[in-house]
């Protein structure tokens, strides 16, 4: 049973940082797509970044380019989502993901994504 625990979200200012962590247990054959996806009020689920962890490779929306950034600790089946220069905008429940095979094409579709955490609330302010 995969198993996913996110930890990190909170309050902060326009321009400020956070960083997302999101554990994952109950899996251990191999690489897998992790993903990290938000949902605002009243808005669809939208992927927000995704990474395979194989090769490294990541994806991100345009809306995060060079803002955000996705790493991971494989000694510690954990990976991280590196929040800067956050906007209004930004605000949203956040989930990590997990898709059991490679990251393709639809690394953004949570339809995907057959593996979730509870979510973990990020607020900015401006």
């Known amino acids: 049973q995969v198993q996913l625990v996110e930890s990190g979200g909170g309050s902060v200012q326009a321009g400020g940082s956070l960083r997302l962590s999101c554990t994952v247990s109950?899996?251990?054959?191999?690489?897998?797509?992790m993903g990290w996806f938000r949902q605002a009020p009243g808005k669809e689920r939208e992927g927000v970044a995704s990474r395979y962890t194989g090769t490294g490779m990541a994806y991100y929306v345009d809306s995060v380019k060079g803002r955000f950034t996705f790493s991971q600790d494989s000694a510690k089946n954990t990976v991280y989502l590196q929040m800067n220069s956050l906007k209004p905008e930004d605000t949203a429940m956040y989930y990590c993901a997990v898709h059991l095979f490679s990251c393709g094409r639809s690394w953004y579709e949570p339809s995907d994504f057959g593996y979730w955490g509870q979510g973990t609330q990020v607020t900015v302010s401006s």
């Open positions: 109950g899996y251990t054959y191999g690489s897998y797509c």
